[in-house]
């Protein structure tokens, strides 16, 4: 069973940090790209940042470059969103996809609301 568990989420101020991770079960975890997207209220799913796990190569949004990290521990199936200098405006559903191929999981998502 192909399961994406995403954690971390949390409140925090503007100006601080999260640690977004999502662990990854069921699949080829090195064959994948695994991607970050989110959902605000009201507004449409965005992706924010994406790692090939087996080339490392990232991309990010334009919203979020310089402030976010993704990585990947492929000993532990796992992909990590590091939040730095966090804005009202990243405040979301976060949720974590795991795409190669004719596949695309989703998991769950965690919230992140930032108060300013």
């Known amino acids: 069973e192909v399961q994406l568990q995403a954690s971390g989420g949390g409140l925090v101020q503007a100006g601080g940090s999260l640690r977004l991770s999502c662990a990854a079960s069921?699949?080829?975890?090195?064959?994948?790209?695994i991607g970050w997207f989110r959902q605000a209220p009201g507004k449409e799913r965005e992706g924010v940042s994406c790692?090939?796990?087996?080339?490392?190569?990232?991309i990010y949004a334009d919203s979020v470059k310089g402030r976010f990290t993704i990585s990947r521990d492929n000993a532990k199936s796992t992909v990590y969103l590091q939040m730095n200098s966090l804005k009202p405006e990243d405040t979301a559903v976060y949720y974590c996809?795991?795409?190669?191929?004719?596949?695309?999981?989703w998991g769950q998502g965690t919230q992140v609301t930032v108060s300013s």
């Open positions: 996809n795991a795409r190669w191929a004719w596949d695309n999981y």
């Open positions: 069921g699949f080829t975890f090195d064959d994948y790209a």
């Open positions: 790692i090939n796990i087996s080339h490392g190569s990232t």
